[in-house]
């Protein structure tokens, strides 16, 4: 559940969310961010997909046979997003297609979560529309 200060803090400008980064420390790394993390001290910034809800596994075994090493990363069902330690991508596509209000809740924790581990922008699926998050007091054309 978003903390109060979290859902107030949160505000909207041009579609974009712009979110506070969540105060606790991950406890270990998230699935597949040690390729992530190898590619960006290679010096590239991967087109990185990260998987949650059904079948985020399958998916993203498939992403990864198909575009390589540091393309996807996951988000368990079992794991809280903010219980991980996410590679500090300059942007990252959130396919997780679940869509009811608890499930939008989740999905801002995940991008308060990556937020705090650097990500400067994440787009989250949440039909009809996205999420699009930045850090608070991150400019739009950053």
Same mark, same amino acid.
């Given at each position: ?11 909207? $400008?041009? !579609?974009?969310?712009?979110?506070? =980064?969540?105060?606790?420390? !991950? $406890? $270990? ?13 290679? !010096? ?11 079948? &985020? ?21 079992? &794991? ?9 991508? $300059? ?35 949440? =039909? ?15």
């Amino acid at each position: 559940m978003i903390s109060a200060r979290s859902r107030d803090a949160a505000t909207e $400008r041009v !579609g974009v969310v712009h979110l506070p =980064a969540l105060g606790v420390v !991950g $406890r $270990r790394q998230a699935p597949y961010s040690g390729e992530v993390r190898a590619v960006l001290r290679d !010096g590239y910034e991967p087109n990185t997909y990260l998987f949650a809800g059904d079948q &985020c596994w399958d998916r993203a075994i498939k992403r990864r046979m198909q575009f390589g090493l540091g393309c996807a990363l996951v988000l368990p069902e079992d &794991c809280p997003p903010e219980d991980l330690i996410w590679p500090p991508l $300059r942007a990252v596509i959130v396919a997780w297609p679940h869509f009811s209000s608890c499930a939008r809740a989740m999905k801002l924790r995940l991008a308060q979560a990556l937020i705090r581990d650097g990500v400067r922008y994440a787009a989250v699926e949440h =039909a009809p529309d996205w999420i699009l998050a930045r850090p608070e007091g991150a400019r739009t054309d950053d």
